[in-house]
Every structure is written in structure tokens, then in C-alpha cells.
């Protein structure tokens, strides 16, 4: 059984400040990458490989509220939810590999550290923190009601610390001439990312392996089925997500002797929704055990 519920139709009244955020996202990446090469500062381009990260994430989020419009068909009878894990793991290789080419550019510029245009990167620096100032006052709004805009949010959020850190770096040059703060603070910034990309790859690939939803205990799941009135076993248990915030489940309920089939299928779709989010949840009825489990929950 599967009981009504909004099909991210919540998400949509934040569309206009993600489309916001992305653009000037996107043309202040345009400007750091160029400006990043003329003042040969790597700190700049490591901090545009996070905001590159920015301008994906911002994409995944348009794309998951577009999507999520789109009726299921024929092909597709869960629709697009799986493009925000897909989405996620592309987003997480690229930085994985621009990460690497930070860190091992670095390492030759810790043994000869080239000139750097401090002013030029200072002033880039600057606007780079104006822009992620408003994307986050844009997604603010937003991140406290959808998943998928605060996740949004987070990226821009902590691509704003990129920006304090290339400030920080321009600073020092300019002031001290000391050049090597540059792949310091461009090693520190991409040392910082790559943790985060493991967390997001082995988030996306747990959604794609169907893993148990984050959140969710598959035991006291169980248990709070099985103290339901009329519940005698609950097997063929299986709860995955089909997006971050989007878990499903399936479950084989075998009835007390006398118990009502209706009621008991009311009973536990109204627990699982309430209790533990669960908006789609197919359960099967029996008055006794369909034979064996075949290595299922």
C-alpha cells in the first residue's frame, strides 16, 4: 500500500533563487579560472575547483526539482529520483581529480615558488566572496524546509571558507611577499575537499546499492511493525532510498489468527509514514507464511 504524498512539489517554489544562485555561480567561476591563470595564483584555482563543485551541485538541484515533475512512465516506473545519486557520483570523481592535480601542482611549487599577482588576486578573491555571500542569502530560505536546497546551500557555504582562505593567501603575499602561502593555502583547501567527496561518493553509492536509508534502524524498524495489533511476523523486509530524502519499502506481514487485513495494512503504512518518513510502502498480507525465505530480511 502506498499512501499519498507530495512528489517534491515543496522544492519547486525554490527553483527561481537556485536558478539565481547557479548563474552568478557560474560566471564568477569563469572569472576565477581566468583570473586564476593570470595571476599564476594556484590558491585561486583550487578554490575554482570548488566552486566548479558548486556549479554542479547547483545543477543536480535544478535537475531534481525539474524531474521531480515528470510523471513516471512505462520505462521508468519510479521516475528520475536516481539522477541526483548519479549526478552526486560524477560530481565526486571530478573532484577527486582536480584535487589530485592541486595537491601534485603544489609539491613543485613548494620547491620553487613562482611570482603571484597578489592585488589581482586579492580583488578576485573579494568578489569571489561577495558572490557566495548572496548565493547562500538566495538558498537560505530554502535550506530550512528541502533537503536538496540545503544541500545546495552547504556547497556554497563552504566554498565561501575557499574564498576567506585565497583572501588570507593574497593578504600575506602582498604584505610579506611570501609566496609560498599560495600552494599552502591551495593544499589546505584541497585537503579539506577530499573528505567531503569520499562522504558524497559513498553517499551516492549507497543509494545506488540500495543500502538502508540514513536515519532509519532496520531492527527497531522491525520491531515497531511487529507491535502492531494484528502483526504476527514481518519478513521479506527491504527498505532502500531512491533518492536523499525519498526511502521505500517492502515487507511480507503475517496476521493473528482473526485479524483484519484492511485494518492491519492501514495500521502499518499510517507508523511507518509517521514514524519513520517512510511515504512508499508496499506490504503483502498473509494469513500465513508464503514458504521460505529465500536470504531475505
Same mark, same amino acid.
Given at each position: 500500500?502506498?499512501?499519498?504524498?507530495? &512528489? +517534491?512539489?515543496?522544492?519547486?517554489?525554490? =527553483? #527561481?533563487?537556485?536558478?539565481?544562485?547557479? +548563474?552568478?555561480?557560474?560566471?564568477?567561476?569563469?572569472? $576565477?579560472?581566468?583570473?586564476?591563470?593570470?595571476?599564476?595564483?594556484?590558491?585561486? *584555482?583550487?578554490?575554482?575547483? &570548488?566552486?566548479?563543485?558548486?556549479?554542479?551541485?547547483?545543477?543536480?538541484? *535544478?535537475?531534481?526539482?525539474?524531474?521531480?515533475?515528470?510523471?513516471?512512465?512505462?520505462?521508468?516506473?519510479?521516475?528520475?529520483?536516481?539522477?541526483?545519486?548519479?549526478?552526486?557520483?560524477?560530481?565526486?570523481?571530478?573532484?577527486?581529480?582536480?584535487? +589530485?592535480?592541486?595537491?601534485?601542482?603544489?609539491?613543485?611549487?613548494?620547491?620553487?615558488?613562482?611570482?603571484?599577482?597578489?592585488? +589581482?588576486?586579492?580583488?578576485?578573491?573579494?568578489?569571489?566572496?561577495?558572490? @557566495? %555571500?548572496?548565493?547562500?542569502?538566495?538558498?537560505?530560505?530554502?535550506?530550512?524546509?528541502?533537503? @536538496?536546497?540545503?544541500?545546495?546551500?552547504?556547497?556554497?557555504?563552504?566554498?565561501?571558507?575557499?574564498?576567506?582562505?585565497? %583572501?588570507?593567501?593574497?593578504?600575506?603575499?602582498?604584505?610579506?611577499?611570501?609566496? %609560498?602561502?599560495?600552494?599552502?593555502?591551495?593544499?589546505?583547501?584541497?585537503?579539506?575537499? %577530499?573528505?567531503?567527496?569520499?562522504?558524497?561518493?559513498? $553517499?551516492?553509492?549507497?543509494?545506488?546499492? $540500495?543500502?538502508?536509508?540514513?536515519?532509519?534502524?532496520?531492527?527497531?524498524?522491525?520491531? =515497531?511493525?511487529?507491535? #502492531?495489533?494484528?502483526?504476527? #511476523?514481518? /519478513?521479506?523486509?527491504?527498505?532502500?532510498?531512491?533518492?536523499?530524502? #525519498?526511502?521505500?519499502?517492502?515487507?511480507?506481514?503475517? *496476521?493473528?489468527?482473526?485479524?483484519?487485513?484492511?485494518?492491519?495494512?492501514?495500521?502499518?503504512?499510517?507508523?511507518?509514514?509517521?514514524?519513520? @518518513?517512510?511515504?512508499?510502502?508496499?506490504?503483502?498480507? =498473509?494469513?500465513?507464511?508464503?514458504? $521460505?525465505? &529465500?536470504? /531475505?530480511?
Amino acid at each position: 500500500m502506498s499512501t499519498g504524498h507530495d &512528489h +517534491g512539489t515543496s522544492e519547486v517554489k525554490h =527553483e #527561481q533563487p537556485l536558478w539565481w544562485a547557479l +548563474g552568478l555561480t557560474a560566471v564568477f567561476l569563469i572569472a $576565477e579560472v581566468v583570473g586564476g591563470l593570470m595571476t599564476n595564483s594556484l590558491a585561486l *584555482l583550487s578554490d575554482a575547483a &570548488h566552486m566548479m563543485t558548486d556549479v554542479i551541485a547547483l545543477a543536480i538541484s *535544478l535537475i531534481a526539482v525539474r524531474l521531480s515533475r515528470r510523471p513516471v512512465d512505462a520505462r521508468r516506473t519510479y521516475g528520475y529520483a536516481r539522477m541526483e545519486a548519479i549526478g552526486a557520483m560524477v560530481n565526486g570523481s571530478l573532484l577527486f581529480l582536480v584535487a +589530485g592535480y592541486i595537491l601534485w601542482e603544489a609539491i613543485g611549487r613548494f620547491r620553487q615558488p613562482p611570482e603571484v599577482a597578489s592585488t +589581482g588576486m586579492l580583488v578576485i578573491a573579494v568578489l569571489g566572496l561577495v558572490v @557566495n %555571500l548572496v548565493s547562500m542569502r538566495l538558498l537560505s530560505a530554502g535550506s530550512g524546509t528541502s533537503l @536538496n536546497v540545503r544541500g545546495a546551500y552547504l556547497e556554497v557555504w563552504s566554498d565561501m571558507l575557499g574564498s576567506v582562505g585565497v %583572501l588570507i593567501a593574497a593578504a600575506l603575499i602582498k604584505l610579506f611577499d611570501w609566496t %609560498l602561502a599560495d600552494p599552502i593555502i591551495a593544499v589546505l583547501i584541497g585537503l579539506w575537499v %577530499l573528505p567531503r567527496t569520499w562522504t558524497l561518493l559513498r $553517499e551516492a553509492g549507497h543509494v545506488l546499492m $540500495e543500502g538502508v536509508p540514513a536515519g532509519i534502524d532496520i531492527e527497531a524498524l522491525r520491531t =515497531e511493525m511487529l507491535a #502492531q495489533a494484528g502483526v504476527d #511476523q514481518i /519478513h521479506d523486509l527491504h527498505v532502500w532510498s531512491l533518492g536523499s530524502n #525519498q526511502p521505500v519499502l517492502t515487507a511480507h506481514a503475517v *496476521l493473528r489468527a482473526g485479524a483484519d487485513a484492511d485494518q492491519v495494512r492501514g495500521t502499518l503504512a499510517e507508523m511507518l509514514e509517521k514514524r519513520f @518518513n517512510v511515504h512508499h510502502a508496499t506490504l503483502q498480507i =498473509e494469513s500465513a507464511p508464503c514458504g $521460505e525465505d &529465500h536470504g /531475505h530480511a
